[in-house]
Nanobody, 124 residues
Framework: QVQLVESGGGFVQPGGSLTLSCKVT???????LGWFRQAPGKEREAVSA???????YYVDSVKGRFTISRDNANNMVTLQMNSLKPEDTAVYYC???????????????????WGQGTQVTVSS
């Protein structure tokens, strides 16, 4: 099982950018990786995921603004967030799903390992 530690959250004005990073301890190449977020009073929701092969998936609300990438050599997965909006404010979580369990998904229930989260606040 892998361990995940997120970093890079913070405060940014609308229209700004942030890059979230997630350090993965373990056999990263055998996992699909995802980013999820949870705003106060709301359910956790998917943001983006990347398969062990590098195929990326996004929810409609972030398409064209966010980019997910992975660097297996350095055990990292990154979420580049541009054109941020107040509604992007949330705690962002990195998660891992073992490839042996099936294909890469955007369903949070299918991910078995989670980081502690990093806060992103978008406000003027």
């Amino acid at each position: 099982q892998v361990q995940l530690v997120e970093s890079g959250g913070g405060f940014v004005q609308p229209g700004g950018s942030l890059t979230l990073s997630c350090k993965v301890t373990g056999a990263i190449s055998t996992y699909h990786l995802g980013w999820f977020r949870q705003a106060p009073g709301k359910e956790r929701e998917a943001v983006s995921a990347i398969s062990f092969e590098g195929r990326s998936y996004y929810v409609d609300s972030v398409k064209g603004r966010f980019t997910i990438s992975r660097d297996n050599a350095n055990n990292m997965v990154t979420l580049q967030m541009n054109s941020l909006k107040p509604e992007d404010t949330a705690v962002y979580y990195c998660a891992a799903r073992a490839r042996v369990l099936g294909q890469c998904t955007l369903w949070s229930w299918s991910y078995i390992s989670w980081g502690q989260g990093t806060q992103v606040t978008v406000s003027s």
